[in-house]
C-alpha cells in the first residue's frame, strides 16, 4: 500500500467518482452541507493547507483504491480531522482502510507536526466506530442530530487521538511514504 497526491486530473476524477456515491457520501459532511463533491472542488481542496488528501493504493498493482485524508488542518493549534474513503469496494475487509489510516496518522504526526487528530462517525456507521477503535482514538462527545441520512437525524461521535497516544506502525508507514 502507498499513499499517493491527488496531483493529476484522472486521479482526481476517480476520487471524485468515489465521493459521488451515495454509499461514501452519506458519512461525510464537506461543510455547508455538501457532502458529494465535484472533480473541481476536490482539486481546490488538494491546494489548500486546510487538508492533506492522499489515494490509497493496492499492494499488487499499486491501482488506487480508497482515499485518505486529513481535513480542516490548523497548524496554528496542530489539529486536524481524519476521514477515509474506501472507493474499490472489492478490496473490502483487507486491512487496506486501516493501514491508510495509520499511515496518515503517522504522517500528521510526524511530517505536519500535528498533536491532536479528530475523527467522528455516524452513530450508526459501525465499520467506522470498529476502525475508530482499533486506530485507538479516544471518544470525546456526541453532537446530537447533526447528521442526517435519507431525511433522518443521526448523532456524530467524536473521538481524538494525541501524538504521544498513536502506535506508529512503522513498516506500513514506511512502505506508504518511500515510494
Known amino acids: 500500500m502507498e499513499l499517493i497526491p491527488l496531483d493529476n486530473d484522472a486521479l482526481i476524477n476517480l476520487a471524485a467518482g468515489w465521493l459521488g456515491e451515495q454509499r461514501n457520501y452519506q458519512w461525510l459532511d464537506f461543510g ?7 472533480p ?28 485518505a485524508a486529513l481535513s480542516n488542518v490548523n497548524a496554528g493549534f496542530k489539529t486536524a480531522v481524519l476521514w477515509i474513503v474506501l472507493g474499490d469496494r472489492s478490496y473490502s475487509a483487507k486491512g487496506y482502510a486501516h493501514r491508510a489510516s495509520a499511515a496518515m496518522l503517522t504522517l500528521g504526526f510526524t511530517q505536519y507536526g500535528l498533536e491532536c487528530i479528530n475523527a467522528w462517525a455516524v452513530e450508526c456507521n459501525h465499520a467506522s466506530l470498529r476502525a475508530i477503535k482499533r ?33 506508529e506502525e512503522n513498516d506500513v508507514f514506511e512502505r506508504a511514504i518511500a515510494r
Do not use: N
Not at 32 to 38: K, N, P, T
Not at 137 to 153: E, L, S, T
Open 32 to 38: 455547508a452541507g455538501a457532502q458529494a463533491i465535484s
Open 40 to 67: 473541481l472542488l476536490l482539486k481546490v481542496m488538494t491546494q489548500k493547507d486546510a487538508h492533506i488528501i492522499r489515494a490509497f493504493t493496492a499492494d499488487d498493482d499499486g491501482k488506487p483504491i480508497g482515499l
Open 135 to 167: 486506530l485507538h482514538f479516544r471518544p470525546i462527545g456526541r453532537q446530537r442530530h447533526c447528521h442526517y441520512i435519507d431525511g433522518k437525524p443521526y448523532d456524530r461521535l467524536w473521538f481524538d487521538l494525541l501524538a504521544s497516544e498513536h502506535r
